[in-house]
């Protein structure tokens, strides 16, 4: 009995952490994020909305992935007449293909600017405005100060923030509440036909707030993502270690 | 009721060159000009005049007259030049001042002469004062422009008109005071008509079958029964706002306080009448003379004080007050309906109609510039980088739908970049391909999808499009340009897939 009641305590106080810590319990809208068994490893199993999120990547390869993996979500996660501002100094962004990852390419607003100061400056005025669901900047780099001031604009406005971001031999220390790491993965081939299969990815989630980091490989079906059928043995190594670390 | 004064300047071009050389207005004077092959008067001042020079007259004539005959080249845009000047000069009568050419001004003078105590004293002021500046003028009041303009040239007693008299005004005058054609003039007169009111009382069917429309519309407007419509030479703005200062501003803080001022006028003005602010000018007129602008504009009609403060806050500080500003100036000079919506008891979020979308992208425009902000809507084309177009508004519909039944990759290069490919067999996808000194190893492909040129935009080959993934799980797309066999294709990278 006691057993029971320790835990219950335990979360009630990690509820508060989190209210004290800016997150307001998206209570009003419970959104199905479509992340499959990753929805676990966050906080009360929900995605953090209202908060910037970091993805990081190495490739030009890469940002594609991290592009496509980000494209499912916020696909998920917006209301279906959403608007998403897409902030940019060197966008390669092909908008109709967005169309295939359930986004509307039409509702999407791109800002093209010229220098990363100007994106700074952009990305703070878009996610102080209520009337936007996501704003995505690219960026080349970020720090503590900057994204701290993005953290205090969503919680404000509760808009959801993306920022992408090459990979640094040192990165710097963030406000966001999540780092990604997106990492292309040989297809997944359909009842041994020949070609393309479908697109599948390695889904790191470095860094999560009062969550548990982890690793997934994971495919986008029907607009859902779902776990790999046959992840590689070094996707099942991880987790088996980040599961024992956390137990 | 509607007054207008017309301005006749005897001797405009005269004038103004005895005025550079005052020793000329004893002289006889003419300008002259080319024409045919001989020389011509084109204008005379009134020395010269009363000698019996006309204008039109061949120079050598002339000179025969008076041998001692002052002579300079005239300028061909001379009067307008000249007219421009005094009419602005003359924004001080009434703001309404339009350029008569060749010789004359129309003022707009509806409600200004109770300013200088009556008819009498305004026309009379307006004669003391352009006479003191060496002008030879004719001022005429009426109701019409029409009526003032053939009164001021022809009119013989009074030149003021009083209300509603202008018909009695105009009947002893010739046709010519009607601004007719030289054409119609001459055909008047060779019937006899030598005064207007020898043909008013005609049927109208007959004048027009005669002389054409030109007489009866001219008549109208003389009469008033056509409305005339008067070009200003500075446009008037309706929606305008100003705020002089007792001391010159030299603070950024006293500029907003400026701004906030005007805008809360201007937005109040706005509000009543349904308006929105489309593109907006805030002048600041400084003591040395110089006038700062900062312009701005919106994406859609606005009249939100704080969000218009906001527009202009970015860019407050490229104005410079030097000395100080003594005026600010707040013009609206494009405004559309804007009609205020029923207030809602919850926000709704996303649409692209949202209040605050337009809000933000106004910011941003007026921070970077409109260019920056691009929406894209499907285009009936295959050639991928003709697939979409840019929007030109927010609102914009969807004129066909977004095409999911070919794999496009989500990122493109700007423009394909060349690869060094090995390919088996025509037409088969490639072995590897090098790119930027990295070898791909091809394991699994797609395609070809053929895309053809769309001949009647641009000529050149078709595209045969491969989806490629390599061994490390990349995915890029591959194309070939032109036919295996034509020994002249070559390969290109077009982008990444997720």
């Keep these: ?247 | 009721m509607s007054t207008y004064i017309a301005i006749w300047f005897l001797h405009l071009n005269t004038d103004w060159f005895s005025l550079r050389q005052p020793v000329l207005k004893t002289l006889p004077l003419v300008l002259r000009t080319p024409s045919h092959g001989r020389m011509v008067i084109t204008s005379t001042n009134a020395v010269a005049e009363s000698k019996g020079i006309r204008k039109g007259m061949v120079l050598a004539d002339a000179r025969a007259i008076i041998p001692d005959l002052q002579i300079i080249d005239d300028q061909a845009d001379l009067p307008q030049k000249l007219l421009r000047r005094i009419a602005e000069w003359c924004i001080r009568f009434t703001p309404i001042v339009a350029v008569d050419l060749p010789d004359g001004l129309l003022f707009d003078a509806s409600g200004c002469s109770h300013l200088w105590g009556g008819d009498e004293a305004y026309v009379g002021d307006i004669v003391k004062r352009l006479t003191q500046r060496g002008y030879n003028i004719r001022v005429a009041l009426a109701d019409t422009p029409g009526a003032a303009w053939a009164v001021a040239r022809f009119g013989n007693d009074s030149l003021i008109i009083p209300k509603g008299k202008q018909l009695e005004a105009i009947l002893p005058l010739p046709p010519e005071a009607l601004r007719l054609d030289v054409e119609n003039c001459e055909r008047l007169h060779k019937l006899g008509f030598h005064q207007i009111q020898q043909f008013i009382n005609l049927p109208r069917a007959s004048l027009r079958r005669r002389f054409g429309q030109q007489v009866l519309t001219q008549l109208d407007k003389v009469l008033g029964s056509e409305v005339e419509f008067l070009d200003p030479v500075i446009p008037v703005v309706s929606y305008q706002e100003r705020l002089p200062c007792l001391e010159p501003i030299i603070t950024v803080t006293g500029i907003e306080i400026a701004l906030q001022e005007l805008l809360t006028m201007l937005c109040l003005r706005l509000q009543q009448d349904q308006k929105g602010v489309r593109t907006a000018i805030f002048k600041s007129y400084r003591v040395d003379g110089k006038i700062e602008h900062v312009e701005i504009s919106t994406n859609r009609p606005s009249h939100h004080v704080k969000h218009l403060f906001k527009l202009f806050e970015l860019k407050l500080s490229s104005i410079e007050p030097a000395l100080g500003i003594e005026l600010f100036v707040l013009e609206a000079s494009k405004v559309e309906d804007h009609f205020s919506k029923q207030e809602k008891m919850w926000e709704d979020t996303g649409g692209l109609d949202d209040i605050r979308l337009a809000e933000l992208l106004d910011r941003i425009a007026s921070r970077v510039g409109m260019y920056a902000i691009h929406r894209y809507v499907p285009a009936e084309h295959y050639w991928p980088e003709r697939s979409f177009k840019k929007a030109n508004s927010l609102q914009e519909e969807l004129t066909t739908s977004w095409r999911t039944d070919k794999q496009r990759p989500l990122q493109i290069l700007r423009r394909p970049e060349r690869i060094e490919v090995t390919a088996p067999i025509p037409d088969y996808p490639p072995m590897l391909f090098i790119y930027k000194g990295r070898i791909h190893k091809i394991v699994k492909a797609d395609g070809p999808e053929r895309i053809e040129q769309e001949w009647w935009l641009q000529q050149g080959q078709h595209r045969d499009y491969y989806h490629v993934e390599d061994e490390s799980g990349h995915r890029y797309w591959l194309f070939r340009l032109g036919h295996y066999h034509d020994k002249i294709f070559q390969w290109f990278i077009h982008g990444y897939f997720s």
């Design chain 1, 1 to 247: 009995m006691s057993r029971t009641s320790k835990a219950d305590i335990f979360a009630a106080l990690q509820s508060d952490i989190l209210r004290l810590q800016g997150f307001k319990p998206s209570s009003h809208i419970q959104v199905d994020a479509g992340l499959g068994p990753l929805i676990e490893a966050f906080p009360n199993a929900t995605f953090p909305l209202g908060a910037v999120h970091e993805f990081r990547f190495e490739k030009i390869e890469d940002s594609a992935a991290t592009n496509g993996f980000l494209s499912g979500l916020l696909s998920n996660v917006i209301a279906e007449h959403g608007t998403i501002l897409w902030i940019s100094a060197t966008r390669t962004l092909f908008p109709p293909a967005l169309k295939n990852y359930g986004l509307q390419p039409d509702r999407c607003i791109f800002i093209d600017l010229k220098n990363q100061k100007e994106v700074m400056w952009a990305m703070d005025e878009a996610l102080k405005c209520g009337a936007l669901s996501a704003v995505v900047g690219e960026v080349n780099e970020i720090d503590f100060t900057a994204s701290r001031r993005l953290q205090l604009a969503v919680e404000k406005s509760q808009v959801t923030g993306f920022i992408i971001l090459p990979e640094e031999k040192k990165i710097n220390t963030t406000a966001c509440v999540s780092r990604w790491k997106i990492t292309a993965l040989p297809s997944t081939t359909i009842d041994d036909l020949p070609g393309i299969g479908i697109p599948k990815w390695k889904v790191e989630l470095l860094r999560i707030r009062n969550g548990k980091p982890g690793v997934w490989e994971l495919e986008l079906r029907k607009g859902k993502f779902e776990q790999s059928i046959n992840p590689s043995a070094e996707t099942l190594k991880r987790n088996t270690e980040s599961i024992q670390q956390t137990a």
